[in-house]
């Protein structure tokens, strides 16, 4: 994914017993994937900015201290977190279909400009950047899936936020 983010949107399935992300970009590129249990378990730590196999940090101090900070009004009030409509000229670039996350990536860690990777089993996946700004808010939405999902999965308390390699 290569332009910024519009529409962050994460419900829980009953049904499927998974949580559907749909992230919308402002050049109106849909994203829509499922994320099981087993790979939040991977993917909460890594949002957190933790190696989800090793706990080790992987964002700088000043990254996690960012990531620390709760949203403020002005950004809980930012369209990122509207409604979310899928666009009337949307484009799919993983296809139309919701693929199933099952893979999780890092690549420049050690640079200005980290990427997280999210893939499927086989196929093409997404990348963001693994900065705090987009952490929190991924935080935020995949939060208020996982109370309807009642899946039981922790977050860091100290990562709470207000209301409102490849690892498989």
Do not use: C
């Not at 990122?80 to 139309?96: C, D, I, Q, R």
């Not at 690549?107 to 089993?121: G, Q, S, V």
């Amino acid at each position: 994914m290569t332009d910024a983010i519009s529409q962050i949107q994460a419900d829980y399935e009953p049904l499927e017993d998974r949580i559907l992300l749909n992230i919308t970009t402002q050049n109106q590129q849909v994203y829509s994937v499922w994320l099981t249990r087993r790979y939040l378990k991977l993917l909460i730590p890594a949002l957190q900015g933790k190696h989800p196999r090793t706990g080790s940090l992987l964002l700088s101090d000043e990254e996690l201290g960012l990531l620390h900070q709760s949203l403020t009004d002005e950004e809980l009030g930012s369209p990122v977190f509207s409604n979310y409509e899928v666009p009337e000229e949307a484009e799919f670039p993983l296809g139309e279909q919701t693929i199933i996350l099952a893979k999780i990536g890092f690549t420049d860690l050690n640079t200005a400009h980290p990427i997280i990777e999210f893939n499927p089993e086989q196929g093409a996946g997404f990348s963001l950047p693994y900065e705090a700004y987009v952490l929190k808010r991924l935080l935020k939405v995949l939060k208020q899936a996982l109370q309807r999902a009642n899946w039981q999965l922790e977050m860091d308390d100290s990562l709470e936020l207000p209301e409102q390699h490849l690892l498989h």
